[in-house]
């Protein structure tokens, strides 16, 4: 087999030539020293600095935090992807112009908006200060944060298939007599399923991984709100270059698992799908972090 | 009953079936529109509203502070090198990509989006770890004055990793869709191939390619993770915008925090702006 197939267009052998040098040299070169400094580090090493009881509560909260936020995202991505594609109402481009607005929108400046919007003497603190709630330097105001980064990725993930989902399938069930939660639960969700499921992969991933948006809002006490990037942060900064690699490495890998599991999830939501149809349609990644 | 009455009568018994009643519709667009007043725009409107609250005097005065003005200067210069590298970078691999087959493209893709995956921080450590002090690659450096952490190189290098895929993904899929046909017919009228690529691909993609730029610049010069691991912290000298926002929120000294938050949300904005009337005229909604 050949490695290329042949095309009038010039221009093939520099421009890849181009683009795989450049990748090597800023991506996967310097990522590949992650994986050196891990391997340098050795099994027991390796388990000696994430065993410690700081770094397993670090990576407990980040994951399970952006787990919560994720799907607090798949829920109500859900319902704004259906009521933007579904529905017409006044204001109808601002708002769907703004869902991008954590895309675009530095981390950082999301976070100090949050921590004073959240904290005791801000408009929404105070609110649930009120009835007893605690946001501001919680774990509750890492999942607000979470959230916000993350619901673009659901809603940009489902509105493609919901868009390319053909109204003759609803109109088939309907008039073989399911009732519309029937034609809901039953046609329309399965086919959505996969892209859901892309879009919370997406912004779990993000959520784990997530810094300037949440060291505001989480006070970042120790145990209790304190992140994994937070704490690779905190090593290097003690020039704890090992014990920051580890807690990278750990965070690395267990998305990884995750990843994977979600990826099944994914597979066994497709069992039905048609070989033709768009079900599987990519998710928006041009305005993906 | 003949067929046309038939296909009527589905509709008719469809119509109530095939959509939500009108209650339902109230309700949801309620709950979609509350969330994202109550998680989008009150943030946004926090940032404006915090850095006005002491009036346009302390606003303008945050804004003209000799810190300030040097951290706009060192983000706007970072990402006026970062962006038209991943320009060239992103034009290349959408040409090889979208343009030919060859084997290996996938795993090609899947290594460009490989930094979409990569914690902020864990992409500052990850240069750390190459030209720290005891770095693989320090030796490299060990003769030059080359300084890469805690100067402008180290900030420039997180912010094109960070920002790596954004242009190469937006016009990927763009110059998919339009084949090369148009290549081809040019080539054959006796252009040569830079005539071919600057007078028949580059307008086709000209507003993708905008977009993509737009993307791009928006989040280099919003970087906070990274930058913050590789830069050093040095004010008035390796501190980014995004980074003297949190020294000056760190300070308690709000106003100022919100005033130069206030510049990067507005750059979100303009950059949301350009997308909705791009998506509008152009069509590019994918």
């Known amino acids: 087999m050949k490695f290329k197939t042949n095309s009038p267009l010039p221009g093939f052998a520099p421009a890849l030539f181009y683009t795989v040098l450049y990748l090597a040299l800023i991506v996967v070169i310097p990522l590949s020293g992650l994986f050196f400094k891990t391997a340098e580090l050795g099994l027991a090493q390796f388990w000696d600095l994430i065993s410690g009881e700081r770094v397993t509560h670090a990576l407990m909260i980040s994951f399970a935090t952006a787990l919560a936020a994720a799907m607090i995202n798949a829920v109500f991505g859900l319902i704004i992807a259906w009521v933007f594609v579904r529905y017409d109402f006044t204001g109808k481009g601002l708002f769907d112009a703004i869902i991008d607005l954590p895309f675009a929108l530095p981390t950082a400046v999301a976070g100090i908006a949050l921590s004073t919007l959240y904290s005791g003497s801000g408009w929404l603190g105070n609110l649930f200060n009120k009835v007893g709630i605690e946001i501001a330097f919680t774990p509750i105001g890492i999942v607000i944060a979470l959230t916000f980064i993350g619901l673009p990725f659901v809603v940009r993930s489902v509105e493609p298939v919901l868009r390319e989902l053909e109204k003759e399938l609803e109109e088939a069930a309907a008039s073989l007599g399911a009732n519309r939660w029937q034609t809901l639960y039953h046609v329309v969700f399965p086919t959505l399923l996969p892209a859901l499921l892309s879009g919370f992969a997406l912004a779990f991933a993000r959520g784990v991984g997530e810094y300037g948006s949440v060291i505001f809002i989480a006070g970042n006490v120790p145990y209790v709100s304190e992140v994994a990037p937070l704490l690779i942060v905190i090593k290097l900064e003690e020039y704890d270059y090992a014990g920051a690699t580890a807690v990278a490495a750990a965070m690395l890998l267990i998305s990884f698992v995750l990843l994977i599991l979600i990826n099944a999830l994914q597979a066994w939501s497709q069992r039905y799908k048609a070989s033709s149809g768009n079900v599987n349609a990519a998710p928006d990644k041009g305005f993906v972090a | ?286």
């Open chain 2, 1 to 286: 009953m003949n067929p046309s009455t038939q296909k009527n009568s589905i509709k008719v018994a469809g119509h109530s079936a095939i959509s939500e009643g009108k209650l339902t519709r109230w309700v949801l667009t309620t709950i979609a529109l509350s969330f994202l007043i109550l998680f989008l725009l009150l943030p946004l409107f926090t940032v404006f509203a915090e850095a006005l609250r002491n009036g346009w005097q302390t606003y303008g005065k945050a804004l003209s502070d000799a810190d300030g003005l040097a951290a706009i200067r060192l983000t706007i210069i970072a990402s006026a090198i970062a962006v038209p590298l991943n320009l060239i970078f992103g034009v290349a691999a959408a040409w090889s990509i979208a343009k030919f087959e060859f084997r290996g493209k996938v795993l090609l893709t899947t290594l460009i989006d490989l930094p979409f995956s990569v914690s902020p921080v864990v992409t500052g450590l990850i240069f750390v770890l190459m030209f720290g002090a005891s770095g693989w690659a320090a030796p490299l450096l060990e003769d030059t004055d080359i300084q890469i952490l805690f100067a402008l190189p180290g900030i420039v290098l997180v912010s094109i990793f960070v920002t790596f895929p954004f242009i190469a993904r937006e016009l990927i899929p763009l110059m998919q869709e339009q084949g090369s046909d148009e290549e081809q017919a040019a080539l054959s009228l006796g252009a040569n191939g830079w005539q071919t690529f600057w007078h028949v691909t580059l307008p086709n993609i000209r507003w993708g390619l905008l977009y993509g730029v737009l993307l791009c610049n928006a989040r280099a010069m919003g970087e906070f993770g990274a930058v913050s691991v590789v830069s050093g912290h040095i004010r008035g000298e390796t501190n980014t915008l995004p980074l003297h926002v949190e020294i000056l929120y760190n300070e308690y000294n709000f106003a100022a925090a919100f005033a130069m938050a206030s510049i990067l949300a507005s750059l979100a904005l303009v950059t949301l702006a350009i997308k909705a009337v791009l998506e509008k005229a152009h069509g590019l909604k994918h």
